[in-house]
């Protein structure tokens, strides 16, 4: 009974409240949510194809009120809605075939070079900088023929992608759980690809959920090969979805490893939201990674 009682009287004090003028308390989604004060350590972005449910306009503004303005892989037809927000593209894509036809295979080079030189001069006209780039799959390759193959290839673009300063980024995925038989899947064979290059304007996509299942001690290597690394994405492991408590990798101290480095570029969010209030949980991500 005084139960019952306790929460009569809290509603009608509720009530006597609203009555008098004052404002309901009501939830604040991202949407919402004034600018949040970033530390400005970190340079945040957040990849478009994780938030479907937004049009990429509406990513642009989201982002903005989040508190920052970078959206990874959009290609030339959308960039026009990312400048008119004053948004950076901060990783291009549209230049590479898909992710198992790359230029490890001999069969794609042509295409590949056709598409990256109608691409490259776009990227930098327009200001950017990255332009994504894939391994391919093995079918049955080894590893020094991939290599061998990769740089025959990468050689025919990067003089070009030198002379427009823009930096060819080559994606480390696992071939353990999303992406089987996929080349470039160990940060040896990549660091090799860019020793043999030997080029400024070729770097790695390190990717820290994909590097956790294929190959853990991801401090120690991004300590050790950060000079070939150009860009960073994120994502809970296991499940690809929010960088919070529910998963196994703990995101400050890898993002503090990598500030250390000296790193100048994005660390890019590429979690899938399992929450309902998916820009909340981009938000949180945000703030967990603003070391």
């Not at 049955?140 to 300063?165: F, P, R």
Request: net charge neutral; hydrophobic share 35%; with cysteine.
């Amino acid at each position: 009974m005084k139960s019952i009682n306790r929460r009569n009287s809290l509603k009608k004090m509720m009530m006597g409240t609203l009555a008098a003028g004052a404002a309901p308390l009501i939830h604040l989604n991202a949407k919402a949510m004034p600018q949040t004060q970033l530390k400005g350590n970190v340079n945040h972005a957040v990849c478009a194809w994780t938030m479907p449910h937004l049009s990429l306009d509406e990513l642009c503004k989201a982002i903005k009120k989040i508190g920052f303005n970078a959206i990874d892989l959009v290609g030339p037809k959308n960039w026009h809605i990312l400048q008119e927000n004053g948004v950076d593209c901060s990783m291009c894509n549209g230049a590479e075939i898909n992710l198992v036809h790359g230029f490890n295979n001999k069969t794609y080079h042509d295409q590949l070079v056709k598409n990256y030189t109608e691409v490259i001069p776009l990227v930098a006209k327009a200001g950017y900088k990255n332009l994504i780039c894939f391994s391919g799959n093995r079918d049955g390759m080894d590893d020094e023929t991939g290599l061998q193959n990769s740089v025959e290839g990468l050689k025919k673009i990067i003089g070009l992608a030198e002379q427009h300063n823009v930096t060819l980024v080559m994606e480390l995925l696992n071939s353990r759980v999303n992406h089987p038989d996929y080349m470039c899947d160990k940060t040896s064979w990549g660091v090799e690809l860019c020793k043999r290059l030997g080029s400024d304007n070729f770097k790695l996509l390190y990717d820290i959920y994909h590097m956790q299942i294929d190959e853990g001690d991801l401090i120690r290597t991004i300590r050790n090969n950060h000079q070939y690394i150009a860009h960073y994405h994120t994502a809970g492991n296991p499940g690809r979805n929010e960088i919070d408590h529910t998963q196994e990798i703990y995101y400050p101290a890898i993002i503090r490893a990598i500030v250390e480095t000296g790193f100048q570029g994005y660390v890019c969010q590429e979690f899938i939201p399992k929450k309902e209030d998916k820009l909340a949980s981009l938000e949180e991500a945000i703030r967990i990674c603003d070391v």
